[in-house]
């Protein structure tokens, strides 16, 4: 069974320019979540999906951060325009069941970023 | 909110022996799960172990076993017969079924010493 798939895995970018990671959760699996790990803390959850719809999306700096999960399937997370301290780990993340925690949560190998 | 706290940062064990990481959490809720993570430096987060809180049965995967106590709010990860591979950081993270997302604590970077 493949994972959850992220790209890019790394990107530089200067500050005030525009970003967009993009997740391709397993097959199946109906809630999909973005995540926001800075170096040294552990991850902060950023929106979370259920099929296209948004779940959560109370942590997300809704003036620079956007994300979109057509036909529930695929995610993209975009940045415009990023700050130096949007440099993070962006994890995405997805599950079986809608609002089960006794499913796992499996997640990618994430997309590193770094505002210069 | 609920919150999940890891007061090690790091610690170090010997190989082949036995460490254990504390976690604390607070919440008002009954129904939740408990999880243990490892990150190793490549950064993808592995489920190493789960709990659920309405089970009073300590939750085992092999070299990895869990201290819960739902009284105390506490959720401890034992590592017997450490391995080099055990070295990452490892997280403890809370989920609740309200919410229905993970809370991560900030981390226990572990080092296993040859």
């Known amino acids: 069974e493949a994972g959850v798939a992220q790209s890019p895995r790394y990107k530089i970018i200067e500050k005030r320019q525009s970003v967009a990671f993009w997740c391709n959760p397993i097959s199946g699996h109906a809630t999909l979540y973005w995540y926001q790990q800075i170096l040294g803390q552990g991850p902060k959850l950023l929106i979370q999906f259920q099929n296209n719809g948004v779940v959560d999306d109370s942590q997300l700096p809704k003036d620079r951060f956007s994300a979109e999960r057509l036909k529930g399937v695929d995610s993209t997370l975009k940045i415009q325009p990023a700050k130096l301290e949007d440099s993070a780990v962006y994890l995405c993340a997805s599950s079986l069941m809608v609002g089960s925690g006794g499913n796992t949560i499996y997640f990618g190998e994430g997309s590193w970023l770094t505002v210069v | 909110a609920q919150t999940v706290t890891q007061s090690q940062p790091e610690m170090s064990v010997q190989e082949a022996e036995t460490v254990t990481l504390s976690c604390t959490y607070d919440t008002s809720e009954n129904n939740y799960y408990l999880f243990w993570y490892k990150q190793p430096p490549s950064r993808q987060m592995i489920l190493v172990i789960r709990q659920e809180a309405y089970k009073q049965q300590n939750a085992t995967e092999n070299r990895f076993s869990v201290n819960f106590q739902k009284a105390a709010k506490s959720f401890s990860l034992k590592i017997s017969d450490s391995q080099l591979g055990d070295t990452a950081m490892y997280f403890c993270?809370?989920?609740?079924?309200?919410?229905?997302?993970?809370?991560f604590g900030s981390g226990t970077r572990l080092q296993v010493q040859p």
């Open positions: 993270a809370f989920y609740d079924t309200g919410r229905r997302a993970l809370t």
